[in-house]
């Protein structure tokens, strides 16, 4: 199984930006996706998870601004990120819950980080 993230980048104050994250490889079903993030010298912290069923469950600090959204056909998972703050500047990752059998136990997967920067 394989996470790959895109869509970082540098942004101005109050831009936007998309995240994209797609699973790949061979398993049984994905439960949870979410979007990370860690900042220069602070914890990674949670923001934004969607369940298989579409529960979508969001960090504080971006309710309101961020959406996740999913594809389950496609195996995918969406961070739209309006109204960009500086405090929002870190490395997003992107984590898939995923079974690899009917029969087995489920494992976290991360994909590597992707640089998000707001700043003038």
């Known amino acids: 199984v394989q996470l790959q993230a895109s869509g970082g980048g540098l942004v101005q104050p109050g831009g936007s930006l998309r995240l994209s994250c797609a699973v790949s490889g061979t398993f049984f079903t994905i439960n949870n996706m979410g979007w990370y993030r860690q900042a220069p010298g602070k914890q990674r912290e949670l923001v934004a998870s969607?369940?298989?069923?579409?529960?979508?469950d969001y960090a504080d600090s971006v309710k309101g601004r961020f959406t996740i959204t999913r594809d389950s056909a496609k195996n995918t998972a969406d961070l739209q990120m309006n109204s960009l703050k500086p405090a929002d500047t870190a490395v997003y990752y992107c984590k898939a819950v995923v079974r690899s059998a009917w029969y087995s136990q489920s494992v976290n997967y991360w994909g590597l980080g992707t640089q998000v920067t707001v700043s003038s």
């Open positions: 969607i369940t298989s069923g579409g529960s979508k």
